[in-house]
């Protein structure tokens, strides 16, 4: 199963742009990346996914290198309610067509005044 | 519309004992995931449901079982209750095989 590296924690200046590091150097082709977050006490929420292209939403932006090994979440504009812990996670597609989700230990950030 | 949904929200057993969890999904979701967060180890995959049957499950040992009913709601059992087993179990729904919503989870205490 692929698995995910992530920095355990990261400061980020409000108003700024957060730059969310993941490594995943042994996903497979058909293996989608996600990232999620969770803010204290409560359940992830889901951020956004991609397969091969950089994808935006009204949330984030998620750049995806070109080998595939590794991703960057950004928050473009990140405020104090941004701080959480973000999950990048591997979806690991078997051949019978079911998957699952191999989370990691994720990036606790903190979004500073 | 009303979010995923678990009970208890707290629990506390002890080694040994056996423990039901449960959770039900947002109205329309036919997958139900089950998450196991033990503390500092971040999210572990556990089980998925989709349509009443189990589709996948990750890596821990069968005394963790579950179920999911026709009205798509599901149980975790977990048997043989060890003190490892603390965490905050968190169910998930799904519909478009995309996003998965979280409940709030239920903190299991194992003394």
């Known amino acids: 199963d692929a698995k995910t590296t992530q920095p355990p924690s990261m400061d980020c200046a409000e108003g700024r742009a957060a730059n969310l590091p993941c490594n995943h150097s042994?996903?497979?082709?058909?293996?989608?990346v996600y990232w999620y977050r969770q803010i204290h006490s409560q359940g992830p929420q889901y951020i956004i996914h991609?397969?091969?292209n950089n994808e935006t939403n009204e949330m984030a932006s998620l750049i995806i290198t070109e080998d595939r090994k590794s991703s960057t979440l950004i928050l473009p504009h990140a405020t104090l309610r941004d701080t959480a812990v973000y999950y990048c996670?591997?979806?690991?597609?078997?051949?019978?067509?079911?998957?699952?989700?191999?989370f990691g230990t994720g990036t606790r950030l903190k979004v500073l005044a | 519309e009303a979010g995923v949904t678990q009970s208890p929200t707290h629990l506390i057993k002890t080694r040994g004992q056996q423990v039901t969890l449960r959770c039900s999904p947002i109205s329309g979701h036919t997958s139900v995931y089950w998450y196991q967060q033990a503390l500092g180890l971040g999210l572990q995959f556990l089980l998925w449901?989709?349509?009443?049957?189990?589709?996948n499950r990750g890596n821990f040992p069968p005394r963790f079982s579950g179920r999911q009913f026709p009205n798509y709601s599901s149980e975790l059992n977990v048997n043989a209750l060890e003190l490892e087993d603390s965490a905050l179990y968190l169910c998930a729904s799904s519909r478009s095989r995309i996003e998965q919503f979280f409940g709030p989870g239920t903190r299991l205490t194992v003394l």
């Open positions: 991609g397969l091969k």
């Open positions: 449901y989709d349509e009443g049957e189990e589709r």
């Open positions: 996670i591997v979806r690991v597609t078997a051949t019978s067509g079911t998957y699952k989700y191999i």
């Open positions: 042994t996903i497979s082709g058909n293996e989608y």
